[in-house]
């Protein structure tokens, strides 16, 4: 393994103040800001980011109309073979389970990434990820390459151009990416040990907020998700009524 560098990618939407918690976590880890490109939809926007986080970050703009079309856009923005870290601009804390009960901010994010990264390549795979829920119960310490939810709020991949990574639903595009990558490469890396703070569908700002009616969106993604892979997802109608996307456990691939 002898490519130790990555590119770091954070798609935004009017969260000019939101974001810091994200760049304040890669500071607190001296990750190089020259590294770091954030993405936009308008100039106008990026003003308003430039005045909370000053001019020492990559901007990139690109309008889209939802977060599917933007990563779509991002996985292409940067040349096959990169080695991209993908996080949301809302990442309060990066933690590592101790126990079931128990955990601690990750000692070195850096060389977490890294290892992320030399684990796909030496395994064949192509994406990793991390536990998607701030809950030590549900943990546990195993590395696994099964179908697991690689969430895109904190996940890492190896980027290839192909038509059959191919990002086409504008919401819950993470779980379609985790089935695409899980049939293409024959497993997905997650380490199950790490989880991040952070807070999903949050109110202000962001890029879920462009739909009118999110439960319906969330209902009609969810069918076609399930459409589409009935061998890999079933839904489920959460208590606030949003529909959610459950992978199914896989018989295991014979090599």
């Not at 290839?160 to 086409?168: C, G, P, V, Y």
């Not at 990558?181 to 790490?194: L, Q, S």
Request: net charge positive.
């Amino acid at each position: 393994y002898i490519d130790m560098s990555f590119a770091i990618a954070i798609p935004s939407f009017n969260r000019p103040k939101t974001i810091k918690k994200t760049l304040n976590i890669l500071e607190k880890y001296n990750f190089d800001k020259s590294i770091i490109t954030i993405f936009l939809d308008s100039e106008q926007e990026k003003e308003k980011y430039v005045e909370e986080i000053g001019t020492d970050y990559t901007i990139v703009i690109h309008k889209h109309n939802n977060i599917g079309e933007l990563r779509e856009f991002i996985r292409h923005y940067y040349k096959e073979g990169t080695h991209l870290f993908s996080l949301d601009d809302d990442i309060e804390q990066v933690k590592e389970m101790i126990d079931k009960k128990t955990g601690k901010e990750i000692d070195n994010l850096k060389q977490f990434v890294l290892d992320a990264f030399k684990k796909c390549v030496e395994a064949g795979y192509y994406i990793w990820g991390v536990y998607p829920v701030d809950n030590y119960f549900f943990m546990n310490k195993k590395t696994t390459t099964d179908l697991k939810f690689i969430c895109a709020s904190f996940h890492g991949y190896i980027v290839r151009h192909d038509l059959d990574l191919k990002i086409e639903f504008s919401i819950k595009e993470d779980y379609v990416n985790t089935i695409q990558h899980y049939i293409k490469d024959g497993g997905v890396v997650r380490f199950n040990n790490i989880t991040t703070k952070t807070k999903y569908y949050q109110k202000t700002g962001g890029c879920f907020t462009r739909f009118g009616d999110r439960l319906k969106e969330s209902e009609a993604i969810a069918n076609q998700i399930q459409i589409k892979y009935p061998q890999y997802v079933s839904k489920r109608q959460r208590k606030n009524g949003m529909w959610e996307i459950r992978l199914k456990r896989q018989k295991k691939k014979s090599n």
